[in-house]
């Protein structure tokens, strides 16, 4: 399984991005599928998680009511859509796969991880 996030940028405080992360294949190893984000000071944080052809959707406090996850099963492609954004979004933000039924908050539960895509929000 190979994973490729991609999207990220530079916005202002307030503005919107769209991340995508785009997963070779489908198997067992990506059952869910979960975005993360790290900075250099802070240990990986859960941001969003989801199941393919659900309506499974599992978000991180600091995020949630303003990001939001989706899938493309025909296209096997995992969308982050982030609103109102603010200087603390600013990170590297990570797509990872988990075996598990349902997506969870934990980063040692995925298995396969993109490369990240680095969000810079300006104050």
């Known amino acids: 399984v190979q994973l490729q996030a991609s999207g990220g940028g530079l916005v202002q405080t307030g503005g919107s991005l769209t991340l995508s992360c785009a997963a070779s294949?489908?198997?067992?190893?990506?059952?869910?599928m979960g975005w993360f984000r790290q900075t250099p000071a802070t240990e990986r944080e859960f941001v969003a998680g989801?199941?393919?052809?659900?309506?499974?959707?599992v978000y991180g406090n600091s995020v949630r009511g303003r990001f939001t996850v989706s899938t493309d099963n025909a296209k096997n492609m995992v969308y982050l859509q982030m609103n109102s954004l603010k200087p603390e979004d600013t990170a590297i933000y990570y797509c990872?796969?988990?075996?598990?039924?349902?997506?969870?908050?934990?980063?040692?539960?995925?298995?396969?991880w993109g490369q990240g895509t680095q969000v810079t929000v300006s104050s």
């Open positions: 990872a796969s988990s075996r598990l039924n349902i997506p969870t908050t934990s980063p040692s539960d995925y298995e396969y």
């Open positions: 294949i489908r198997t067992s190893s990506t059952e869910s």
């Open positions: 989801t199941k393919w052809s659900s309506n499974v959707f």
